[in-house]
């Protein structure tokens, strides 16, 4: 029987015949995780309770915790800005090039399909008329 864990792209592992290098080196299979690490101390009757997934229960007293915490909506607005600004700084904005490329490519395709559309619309036109009289 073979090994589970996926050793490609240099993530090879030692085999010492415990679970130990499964548990530190995520093989990026969830199922297989899931079924090999999922021993009667993780379950809880409200869900599983995997190396990268809390219980649902856990999760649910969270968000409720949290909720009650950020009750004035001032605070909650300006959060949400810091963390607009913080996502916005990850993004890979486009050159000067690439967005004059990326314009024009919209352009003419919008030109075209209004072109389409119009010339469908005229044929269904003229065959209505010629059809009804």
């Known amino acids: 029987m073979s090994d589970e864990r996926d050793t490609r792209h240099g993530a090879h592992t030692a085999d010492d015949g415990d679970d130990t290098a499964a548990a530190t080196r995520p093989s990026g299979k969830r199922s297989a995780r899931r079924t090999r690490s999922a021993s009667p101390s993780q379950i809880d009757n409200g869900g599983v309770a995997t190396l990268d997934r809390p219980s649902r229960k856990a999760a649910k007293t969270t968000d409720r915790a949290e909720r009650k915490k950020s009750g004035n909506p001032f605070k909650r607005l300006i959060r949400?800005?810091?963390?607009?600004?913080?996502?916005?700084?990850?993004?890979?904005?486009?050159?000067?090039?690439?967005?004059?490329?990326?314009t024009s490519v919209v352009l003419v395709f919008v030109i075209f399909m209004v072109a389409f559309i119009s010339g469908l619309d005229l044929a269904f036109i003229k065959g209505v008329n010629w059809l009804f009289g």
């Open 80 to 102: 949400f800005l810091r963390e607009v600004i913080a996502e916005l700084r990850k993004v890979i904005w486009p050159n000067r090039k690439q967005m004059v490329t990326y």
